[in-house]
Structures are given as C-alpha cells and as structure tokens.
C-alpha cells in the first residue's frame, strides 16, 4: 500500500468497521491504483461509510459488487476475497479460505488472523473486476440506459410476476359478488355469506399485499437508477472535453442534468404502474367475456379507441414537449445569468433591459406552458369521456341481457366491477401518456451523453507515474474556437527549457489565456503541436496531464467547505508543513486565517462568500498553486485584487521558484516583469515579439 497517500490511509483507519476494510480488501483483490484515484473514488466523509458506499466505491475503480446474505462458514475459495458484515460485530475482509480455517482482516483489531468456521449470519460483499472492454466508463456506452436497464430484469421480471398475479385476484372479487347475489341471496343461507366474506377479505389483504410488494420493487428500481444515473451522468460530465461543456451556459447545463432526475422520478411514480398494468387488462377482458359474454366488447372497444387516439395525438405531444423544455430552459438560464452578473447590471443602470428581455422569455415560456397544459386537459377530458361512456354502455348492454334472461343479476353486477377495474388503470395510464415524450427524450439525452468521448484514457488501477521535467514548446500553433470566428491564435511559437519563467503579455483578448488553456490540454490546436518535455500533449491523457500543472485562473474560484479543504484541493496529501509552505509565499494570507474565530475550519458558502475580500480569495487560489505537486506553475492575471505589498511578495515568491520550477506568467503588471527570464508579447493572437524578457519588456513598455 506505499502508492496510497498517508493521509488517504489514516482517514480510513479512523473511520468505521467498513471504512477500515477498504484497503485490506484492495491489497487483496490486488489493486495497485494511484492513490488520486481511489480519493476521487470515495464517498465526501469516508470515516462513515457504508456497504452502499463502499459498493459504490469500489465500482468507481472498476470492481462490480454483489450482496449474499449467508452464513460465514459457506463462504468458500471462490468468493474469497470479499467483505462479510455479520449481523452482530464488526466488518471482516475473508481474504483466503481452506477446509477449516478463514483468514481475515479484522476490523476491530487491525490485524488479520485465522479464525474457525462458524454459523454466524450476515452479509457478504462480493467483487470481480469488470469487463474493461465492455463497461469502461473511460469508452463511448453506446445504448448504455438499456444496458443498465438489463441489470434490473431480474427485479422487473418478479413485478410483472407480481401485476399477473394482482390482474388475476381483480377478478376473485367480482366472482365473489356475483355468487353472493346469485347463490347466497337465492339460498338465503347466512352461514355461507360469513365463508364468503372471510374468502373475501382474504384475497382483498392478498391484493393489497401484492401492490406493496410491487411498488417496493418499483421503488428500488427508481432508487438504484437514480443513483447510477446521477453518477455516471455528473462523472461523464467532468470528464467531456471542455469545448463540449465551456460552450454551453451554465443554465442549460443545470437544466440538462435536472431533466434526468425525470427518468428517476417515473419509475418510482404511479404512471409507470398504471402502464405496466395495461397488458394485463387482456386477463381481466377475458375473465369479463367469461362472465358476461358480450359485454366484454364494450371495454375491449374503448381499448381500441384510446390506441388510435394515442397515435393520432403523439406528434402534437413531442411538439409541446420539446418547445416546453427548450422555452423552461431558456427562463432558467436568462435567471442564472441575471443573477450571476446582478452587480454589473445595476452599476451599469441596465435593470429596464434586463426586465424586458425577463417579460418576453417569461411570455413565450407560458405559452408554451399553457399549450402543453391545453394538450393535457384535452386527453385528460376524453379519457374521462370515454371511461364514462364505457361505463355507461356497458351497464345499457348489461341490463338488456338481464332483462332478457341471457345473463343473471350476479353476472351483471360482478361484469360492471370488471369493466370499472379495466378502464380504470386504462384511463390513468393515457392521462400519463403525455410523459413518455418527456422521457423517452430524457433516456436519449443520457445515451447521447454516455456516447460521447471523454478526456480521461487512463483506467482507474493504472498508476500514474509520469513526472515532468517542464520543457514547455509551442510550434506554429493556430487555434481558432468556431469555424467562422477569427484566430484566437496564428502560428504561434516558443520554447520555455526547464526552471525557466515565461512572461505572457498582450492587450486583452490577445491570446494569453488561450496559451494557458492548451498546455493544460483544456482545447487542441487545429494546426501546430503543443510539446511538453517533447511529448505532443495530444498523446499524454488530459487528466494526467492536469495533476501535472498548478493552475491558477484570472477568476478566483471557491468551493464549499473549509478554508483547509479548499486549500487541499489541489494536493489532498498535502501535511500541514506543506500548507504551511505555501502559504508562507503569499503575504498576510495564513495570519488573516488563524485571526479568524474559526481559523482553518471557517467555512466559504454561497450566503457567507461576501465576507471575503477580493485579495483574500486570490491569495487563497495562489497559496492552492504553490501547495501543488507539480513543476509547471501557469498563472492568468495572478495580480487581479491584489495591492502593491502584495504583489511584490507574490513576485518574490515567483522569483525563489526559479530554476526549480517552469512558471508561465500572463500578467499586466510592469513589476513582475523583473523575474522572467522570457518574454512573449502578443498582439491579436500573433506574436509580436519573443526571447529575452528584459529586451522584449522594454520594446513592450516603450
């Protein structure tokens, strides 16, 4: 375990019984992961985690689970090794098995030891690598919901075992009123009708019993997919190329992941009852041909009217629910954007514009909404309709026969129950006709998406081992980000050797940021070879390639937690020495943090993120760089909210990483120019000058 980070290890062995397991278990299933991954892989607070986190866990790093409830001594050579959680003590890892004797990792004690078969009861976890060929995450999933659909036919197939069952006790009880008025009442017998009722109540608690059950099963469905799709979904969405995901507004990007949460809210909702039940409405219309003879056609003729609706009005349906969600995600993204920018557009007096531009999307998304209600109203008022007329039909067809002798009044009154349990789920399930557009689209959108390729070509039990030097090389690089925009960059070309510092300047929209974006491998130049230590970036995987590089972007970027975690976010192994380092070159940063009530444990939230300055936040993401363990250190505008004090420590603290590490420095400020050793000066994304900074820097200045 000497790959895996010291810090990874001692927040597993003070976490829970299942937590502590984690490790012994990779050593035995023979894991040899880097220790980033399997951090990447755990849950947000490992030190409580449970069987559910753990399967989860170990299917990030490619190892399918599955749960037995066994006893420990049927545990056998071919399931070792896996997790046992008995029902009373601690976890255990049974890493090998002979014909007496199990050899374990012991949660409780730390150690592992033999200890004797037993009858103890409990739950073992088993595990196999998966088919890299086959479920690779890092490989385009082509069908992938139906795929993961077929991992649930085993809990599909016992609910339609279930509704079969369920469609054959809904006539139980018809047969039992029409007997009760055709026998009973004839007979006069008081005894019987007690039998009767105690029969009765004895299949309507067997019928209630098998809905439960099924909505269970339909509920661990919705639970389980929701959880798979939320995870693979967010997954493939880090790892997209960032020209996939930095062209679209953040607003579309929420509204596409909050239109998958649909799928999950289906299959866990009662539509997807009422239409898993319609095939099974051809029993009961059978049980009603038995019963009352003619009258079955009455029903079996609805049935046939609701399909032919059903087609007629399915273009008019993907029309309002295609408008409708592209009018919903237009409101919500113009939103994010209002209140992303709400400072700029009140220093800028522009509130009037931005209402107007509110009130017309705002008017097109209710129309959209009011058609698609319209639609609604409109099939929910001929499923009414029809259901009623049914009904009534049935009853007219039902009463002749009665009265003409062909039928009795049991069968009579036992046909309408019938016909009222067939229309019934009928009409609800067309009245939840108009989501399966919705979904069967939502279900497109995650193929589309799991489709598509990633960034991320290394498996997750590879190690990354690569270490760069930091010899940095543009050549004739051009890079253009539409087809019909100008060039962001046009033949482009430099070299920066190792432990050399590379000075980036331009006015803005020069082409700065766009040098930065491609060594980290964020866009691919269209003509020209980006190198690092003479490799093509294109052939070293972009994630690998990031660990590689401290960042820091022109925007000061936070997230929700500690001080301390988002200063480990860039190195979660760092020791407090390491942060301590770090944040000693930058001035003021670490005395601002222990002054504070809290000290590294305050927290940055969305409510509480004004409570810090500008300055604060910048030095925070510059401390993040210096605390990464990298030797390629970029810089976007690092002088962006920082005072003049300020930026000269930080230039100090550039110039001591000189030699040791290559720095790329895009920057405006005059004063840092002292501590580069190149110069590139851009112009319209041409270079205008480069080689030795003090020479370019003063045709620059000049």
């Given at each position: 375990?000497?790959?895996l980070g010291?810090?990874?290890a001692?927040?597993l062995a003070?976490?829970?019984d299942i ?10 299933l023979g894991w040899?992961g ?10 947000h607070?490992p030190?409580t985690?449970s ?7 170990l ?5 399918e689970g ?17 997790l046992f959680?008995?029902k009373r003590?601690n976890a255990?890892?049974?890493v090998?098995?002979n014909?007496?004797m199990?050899l ?14 037993s009858?103890?009861n409990?739950?073992a976890?088993?595990?196999?690598a998966?088919d ?11 069908e992938?919901f ?9 809990v ?6 279930v509704?079969?069952l ?20 004839v ?8 039998y009767?009722g105690?029969g ?6 067997a019928d ?5 059950l ?10 389980r ?6 995870n ?21 990007q929420v ?13 866990g909702?009662q539509?997807l009852?009422?239409l ?10 059978l049980?009603?041909?038995?019963i009352?003879?003619?009258?079955a ?7 046939l009217?609701?399909?032919?609706f ?9 029309r309002n ?12 993204s113009?939103?994010l ?5 709400m ?5 800028a007096?522009?509130?009037s ?11 097109q998304?209710a129309q959209?909404?009011?058609a698609?209600?319209?639609l ?8 009414y309709?029809l ?6 039909v049935?009853l007219?067809v ?5 009265i ?11 046909s ?6 067939i229309l019934?789920?009928?009409g ?6 108009t ?5 069967m ?6 193929d589309?998406l ?6 991320n070509r290394?498996?997750?039990?590879l ?6 030097q930091g ?6 690089v051009?890079?253009?980000y539409?087809p019909?925009a100008?060039?962001a960059?046009l ?11 590379l000075i ?16 980290l ?10 190198l690092l230590?003479n490799?093509?970036?294109r052939q070293i ?14 925007d000061?970027f ?8 988002n200063?480990k976010?860039?190195?979660t192994?760092?020791?407090d020495?390491?942060?301590t ?21 305050t ?10 300055s ?6 925070l993401?510059l ?12 810089f976007?505008e690092?002088?962006t909210g920082l005072s ?7 230039r ?7 030699g040791e590490?290559?720095?790329v ?7 840092l ?5 190149k110069m590139?000066?851009l112009?319209?994304?041409r ?16």
């Amino acid at each position: 375990m000497n790959t895996l980070g010291k810090r990874t290890a001692l927040s597993l062995a003070n976490g829970n019984d299942i937590a502590r397991c984690l490790l012994p278990l990779l050593d035995a299933l023979g894991w040899h992961g880097d220790h980033s991954h399997l951090q990447e892989a755990m849950p947000h607070l490992p030190e409580t985690m449970s069987i559910t986190d753990f399967l989860n866990t170990l299917a990030n790093l490619k190892f399918e689970g599955r749960l037995y409830n066994i006893y420990l001594n049927a545990i056998d050579q071919r399931t070792a090794p896996c997790l046992f959680v008995p029902k009373r003590g601690n976890a255990i890892v049974v890493v090998a098995v002979n014909a007496e004797m199990l050899l374990v990792y012991d949660s409780q004690s730390g150690e592992y030891r033999h200890i004797p078969r037993s009858k103890q009861n409990g739950v073992a976890v088993l595990f196999q690598a998966m088919d890299k060929n086959a479920r690779s995450l890092l490989k385009q999933q082509p069908e992938w919901f139906r795929r993961v659909m077929l991992r649930f036919r085993h809990v599909v197939s016992h609910a339609a075992a279930v509704s079969l069952l369920i469609s054959i006790l809904s006539f139980v009880s018809p047969l039992f009123v029409g007997f009760i008025y055709d026998g009973v009442m004839v007979s006069g017998s008081p005894d019987s009708l007690l039998y009767l009722g105690t029969g009765m109540l004895f299949f309507v608690l067997a019928d209630a019993g098998f809905r439960f059950l099924r909505s269970h099963l339909f509920l661990y469905v919705s639970s389980r997919l929701g959880n798979i799709i939320g995870n693979e979904v967010f997954r493939r969405l880090l790892f997209l190329p960032p020209a996939f995901t930095e062209t679209a507004n953040v607003g579309a990007q929420v509204a596409r992941i909050k239109d998958f949460e649909t799928v999950r809210e289906f299959f866990g909702g009662q539509a997807l009852i009422a239409l898993f039940e319609l095939p099974f409405m051809l029993i009961l219309i059978l049980a009603l041909l038995f019963i009352g003879g003619r009258v079955a056609l009455v029903p079996l003729g609805a049935m046939l009217l609701f399909i032919a609706f059903g087609f007629a009005i399915m273009p008019a349906v993907r029309r309002n629910n295609l408008t409708t969600a592209q009018s919903g995600s237009e409101k919500q993204s113009f939103v994010l954007e209002l209140l992303a920018n709400m400072r700029a557009i009140r220093c800028a007096g522009s509130s009037s514009i931005w209402l107007r531009r509110y009130r017309d999307i705002s008017n097109q998304a209710a129309q959209d909404s009011f058609a698609m209600a319209r639609l609604n109203a409109l099939i929910n008022a001929f499923s009414y309709g029809l259901v009623t007329c049914s009904g009534l039909v049935t009853l007219m067809v039902g009463v002749h026969d009665a009265i003409i002798g062909t039928m009795s009044v049991g069968s009579l009154v036992a046909s309408m129950m019938l016909v009222w349990r067939i229309l019934a789920p009928l009409g609800t399930g067309f009245s939840v006709f108009t989501q399966v557009g919705r979904i069967m689209r939502s279900i497109g959108q995650v193929d589309r998406l799991m489709n598509m390729g990633l960034e991320n070509r290394q498996e997750a039990n590879l190690v990354i081992a690569r270490r760069f030097q930091g010899r940095l090389a543009f050549n004739d690089v051009s890079i253009r980000y539409q087809p019909d925009a100008p060039a962001a960059l046009l033949n482009v070309k430099f070299v920066v050797d190792p432990g050399e510092v590379l000075i980036l300047v331009g006015h803005d929209g020069a082409g700065k940021t766009t040098v930065l974006k491609l060594l980290l491998g964020l866009y691919s130049p269209q003509v020209g070879r980006v190198l690092l230590d003479n490799i093509n970036v294109r052939q070293i995987d972009p994630v690998q390639l990031r660990h590689a590089i401290g960042y820091a972007p022109k925007d000061n970027f936070s997230f929700y937690g500690s001080l301390l975690q988002n200063l480990k976010f860039s190195n979660t192994n760092a020791s407090d020495a390491d942060v301590t380092r770090a944040l000693q070159r930058v001035v003021g940063l670490e005395e601002e943090i222990l002054a504070m009530p809290e000290g590294f444990d305050t927290r940055i939230k969305i409510d509480t993120m004004s409570q810090f300055s500008a300055s604060f936040l910048k030095r925070l993401c510059l401390a993040r760089v210096f605390l990464r363990d990298a030797r390629i250190l970029l810089f976007d505008e690092p002088e962006t909210g920082l005072s003049a004090g300020e930026i000269l420590r930080l230039r100090d603290s550039l110039a001591e990483l000189r030699g040791e590490y290559t720095v790329v420095l895009a920057t405006h400020e005059p004063s840092l120019f002292a501590i580069a050793d190149k110069m590139l000066w851009l112009e319209s994304g041409r270079v205008k000058s480069f080689g030795n900074a003090l020479d370019v820097s003063q045709k620059y200045l000049g």
